[in-house]
């Protein structure tokens, strides 16, 4: 699938890592070092600009590196980057780790994810199907 792409940053456009990879790594765009205290937030800026087909998304992921080593994660995870949308993509991120994390240029912050969906159209009726599941909420499952 070809992507449109503008690419504003002062760094190479995202690519597969692997031949396996599902995601591309976003990288930071910034003019100075974002530092982010504990419990902070803060939209940090790729410099990237893409026009998706209509029926795809891209979803914006935390880093898994980030998460476990640094508790650096995406606030809005899996954020949407729909279709229509022509401005620069941003990352959410928050620091859920007790020390602060220093965000630099360039630094991967995140990763892109390229998915398709649908669009449904609601039938509103009265009674759903019975399922063994039903009602059973949290937790419901697996139960022994």
Do not use: C
């Not at 994660?73 to 401005?87: F, Q």
């Not at 620069?88 to 780790?97: D, F, K």
């Amino acid at each position: 699938m070809k992507v449109q792409v503008i690419n504003r940053s002062k760094h190479q456009i995202p690519t597969y890592e692997t031949q396996g990879s599902a995601g591309m790594d976003l990288r930071a765009n910034i003019e100075a070092s974002i530092v982010l205290k504990p419990l902070e937030r803060a939209i940090i800026k790729t410099g990237l600009f893409i026009a998706l087909p209509v029926g795809f998304e891209a979803q914006v992921r935390p880093r898994s590196g980030l998460a476990a080593k640094k508790g650096i994660t995406v606030l809005n995870s899996p954020g949407t980057v729909d279709a229509d949308y022509r401005g620069e993509i941003g990352v959410i991120l928050v620091n859920l780790s007790n020390e602060e994390f220093v965000v630099n240029d360039g630094e991967r912050i995140a990763q892109l994810v390229i998915a398709k969906h649908e669009r449904l159209q609601w039938v509103e009726v009265t009674i759903l199907d019975d399922t063994e599941r039903g009602t059973g909420g949290f937790g419901s499952t697996g139960v022994s």
